[in-house]
């Protein structure tokens, strides 16, 4: 009996049968994708949920306790407290989801090439990545976007620049492994070409790598667009976003420390459901 092995398809180490198996097992995968799909549920449904616009003022009902008319008051402003925080979860998710697709794309493929090349491009790759990961993180945010200016635009450019690195050194260093395994020494002797093996074999391979730093990169990421909006550098007003109303809120923390606290709760109940999603996916896309 005679083993045929069909070099032009991928190496796939787990069934997506399996995958889901483990993925439904996971106590900590379930109860983040709850969490997050909740608020996720809230942002798309900002619209039809919230019970007035998030710049609408009530002058009459300035910085108002909870009441059927504002279920849990109002700000400086007047306006409800309620319509602001899911207008915001709206606003920060997307801003923060969106603020690591290309590091993520452009991190996982440089570190895939510099990984299974070597040489020069994996010395220089690395010595760029040492050069970025010197600075402080979140310090090297900060600067950019004092650099490019503020708003959303730059927060996309600030992580563009600064996040990518920590994707390209975390696949590397996987592709280093992959490349010697004997699957890949097959495909060369197939008579493969490098691209074929690399989108077929390699990167299959190690882009998981990347996603299970993505779930826990995004909860930095959201932290950082917070603090900047805190900061006044991030979203700009009027749009809703939580470091917004945190900073607006601390000056009544005497009077009306909601104004602060329930933002605050959201920042980190969001940064929960994405931990928990992403300790999950660790465990599921890398079972021992």
Request: glycine content about 10%; overall charge neutral.
């Given at each position: 009996?005679?083993?045929?092995?069909?070099?032009?398809?991928?190496?796939?180490?787990?069934?997506?049968?399996?995958?889901?198996?483990?993925?439904?097992?996971?106590?900590s995968?379930?109860?983040?994708?709850?969490?997050?799909?909740?608020?996720?549920?809230?942002?798309?449904?900002?619209?039809?949920?919230?019970?007035?616009?998030?710049?609408?003022?009530?002058?009459?009902?300035?910085?108002?306790?909870?009441?059927?008319?504002?279920?849990?008051?109002?700000?400086?402003?007047?306006?409800?407290?309620?319509?602001?925080?899911?207008y915001?979860?709206?606003?920060?998710?997307?801003?923060?989801?969106?603020?690591?697709?290309?590091?993520?794309?452009?991190?996982?493929?440089i570190?895939?090439?510099?990984?299974?090349?070597?040489?020069?491009?994996?010395?220089?790759?690395?010595?760029?990545?040492?050069?970025?990961?010197?600075?402080?993180?979140?310090?090297?945010?900060?600067?950019?976007?004092?650099?490019?200016?503020?708003?959303?635009?730059?927060?996309?450019i600030?992580?563009?620049?600064?996040?990518?690195v920590?994707?390209?050194?975390?696949?590397?260093?996987?592709?280093?492994?992959?490349?010697?395994?004997?699957?890949?020494?097959?495909?060369?002797?197939?008579?493969?070409?490098?691209?074929?093996?690399l989108?077929?074999?390699?990167?299959?391979?190690?882009?998981?790598?990347?996603?299970?730093?993505?779930m826990?990169?995004?909860?930095?990421?959201?932290?950082?667009?917070?603090?900047?909006?805190y900061?006044?550098?991030?979203?700009?007003?009027?749009?809703?976003?939580?470091?917004?109303?945190?900073?607006?809120?601390?000056?009544?923390?005497?009077?009306?420390?909601?104004?602060?606290?329930?933002?605050?709760?959201?920042?980190?109940?969001?940064?929960?459901?994405?931990?928990?999603?992403?300790?999950?996916?660790?465990?599921?896309?890398?079972?021992?």
């Amino acid at each position: 009996m005679s083993l045929t092995v069909d070099l032009t398809e991928p190496f796939v180490p787990t069934s997506g049968s399996g995958f889901w198996r483990r993925a439904l097992k996971s106590r900590s995968l379930v109860a983040g994708t709850i969490i997050i799909g909740l608020i996720a549920l809230a942002a798309v449904l900002a619209p039809v949920i919230s019970p007035y616009p998030p710049d609408q003022q009530d002058l009459f009902h300035v910085l108002g306790g909870f009441s059927s008319r504002h279920l849990l008051g109002t700000d400086e402003l007047g306006r409800d407290e309620l319509s602001r925080l899911t207008y915001a979860a709206r606003t920060d998710l997307k801003v923060g989801f969106l603020a690591i697709v290309f590091p993520f794309l452009f991190g996982t493929f440089i570190g895939t090439v510099a990984g299974y090349y070597g040489g020069i491009l994996d010395t220089i790759t690395m010595r760029i990545v040492e050069v970025v990961m010197a600075f402080p993180f979140y310090v090297l945010v900060i600067g950019l976007v004092f650099i490019v200016g503020t708003g959303v635009r730059g927060i996309y450019i600030a992580f563009a620049v600064a996040d990518w690195v920590v994707y390209a050194r975390a696949v590397r260093s996987t592709t280093l492994v992959v490349r010697e395994l004997d699957y890949i020494a097959a495909a060369r002797a197939g008579g493969l070409s490098d691209l074929r093996i690399l989108g077929r074999h390699v990167l299959p391979n190690t882009i998981t790598q990347g996603i299970v730093y993505a779930m826990s990169d995004i909860v930095l990421v959201i932290v950082a667009v917070v603090t900047l909006g805190y900061l006044g550098l991030g979203v700009q007003p009027p749009t809703a976003d939580w470091g917004a109303m945190i900073s607006s809120g601390q000056d009544f923390l005497t009077t009306k420390w909601t104004l602060s606290t329930f933002p605050g709760i959201a920042v980190a109940v969001t940064a929960l459901g994405l931990s928990l999603i992403g300790d999950g996916l660790s465990d599921v896309l890398r079972p021992s």
